[in-house]
């Protein structure tokens, strides 16, 4: 199978060219390090930088002021940005990155593909009987404090999204992609894309999500946790629909039904982390999403 025709180094520098480097470099050092997270978000309160470099990051549309917001106006948000977004623009999008390595342009894609059949509802009103503060149809948490934009940012240029299911991330995500100009993918692109459906393909029956992962490594420019957020995204979007267990593409997954991943070490999300080899690729998926890309794969 044909492998991406730049080099990684082209690619890194294309997708810096589209933003501030700076700016992304302050947004980074904010929640990374050689080790890894600086401070886990989820546990800590957010850590800022400098006063002087966020407000430069913040400038440039990298970093943002943390923002108080109720769960009924983010489930309002996640409605009016995927009425403008277009299925079109997110799959060019996905596609290009594959060639430039814009991961936060890539993100759309998974976002895009649980906002479009986001349901109106009341959070106050669907509230988990074994969580009454977590709303069992979107999984908002009913919570004081401020909301910070900034690691979903970072997630998002980082590995192309982690929680593309999450209503706050989706949001983000979508709001900022509707501000980007986003070009037709190129001939080589398309190649890429399919070469990576060849290879999930051409999985052996018994094949797992990590095997996937493996299979399209050198395929194009990306690391591990880059191939293995582009195949959620792929699961999010029904390309890759393991049986009985259905993607995002036809309806939003409530967060009460969505199930464990099989198995206590897996770590992969819903659904892809029940996918195996023998549920191949779903075509019915791929022609809507990548209409222009060949049948030959």
């Known amino acids: 199978m044909p492998r991406a025709a730049k080099s990684k180094s082209i690619q890194a520098s294309a997708a ?21 997270w600086k401070l886990h978000p989820w546990n800590a309160p957010p850590p800022m930088p400098a006063s002087s470099d966020f407000e430069y990051a913040k400038s440039r549309g990298i970093m ?12 309002s948000r996640v409605r009016r940005v995927a009425e403008r977004t277009s299925i079109q623009s997110v799959a060019d999008a996905f596609i ?20 479009r059949h986001f349901p109106a509802h009341a959070c106050s009103e669907n509230s988990r009987r074994d969580a009454p503060h ?6 908002l948490a009913d919570v004081d404090g401020l ?7 970072f997630e998002r240029f980082k590995w192309g999204g982690v929680r593309h299911t999450d209503a706050e991330y989706i949001a983000h995500d979508l709001e900022l992609f509707c501000s980007e100009d986003v070009i037709a993918p190129s001939p080589n692109a398309m190649q890429i ?13 018994n094949a797992k999500p990590a095997d996937l992962e493996r299979a399209i490594a050198g395929l194009f420019p990306s690391n591990q946790s880059e191939r293995r957020v582009l195949l959620e995204i792929f699961g999010i979007c029904g390309v890759l629909e393991p049986k009985g267990k259905p993607s995002y593409r036809k309806r939003f997954i409530p ?7 099989p198995g206590s070490k897996n770590d992969w999300a819903y659904p892809v982390a029940w996918w195996r080899g023998s549920d191949g690729v779903n075509r019915a998926a791929v022609r809507e999403w990548f209409p222009a890309l060949s049948e030959k794969m």
């Open 134 to 139: 977590i709303c069992s149809v979107c999984g």
């Open 255 to 261: 967060d009460h039904a969505v199930p464990n991943p």
């Open 64 to 75: 943002f002021s943390h923002f108080a917001e109720t769960r009924s106006e983010t489930v």
């Open 96 to 115: 290009s990155s594959l060639e430039t390595r814009r991961l936060e342009l890539r993100s759309a894609l998974g976002s895009f593909a649980a906002a």
């Open 16 to 36: 810096k060219a589209a933003h501030d480097p700076l700016a992304l470099k302050i947004l980074y050092d904010t929640y990374w390090s050689q080790k890894g």
């Open 193 to 205: 894309l399919r070469s990576v459906l060849g290879a999930i393909a051409s999985a052996r029956a």
């Open 147 to 153: 909301h910070d934009r900034n690691v979903l940012n």
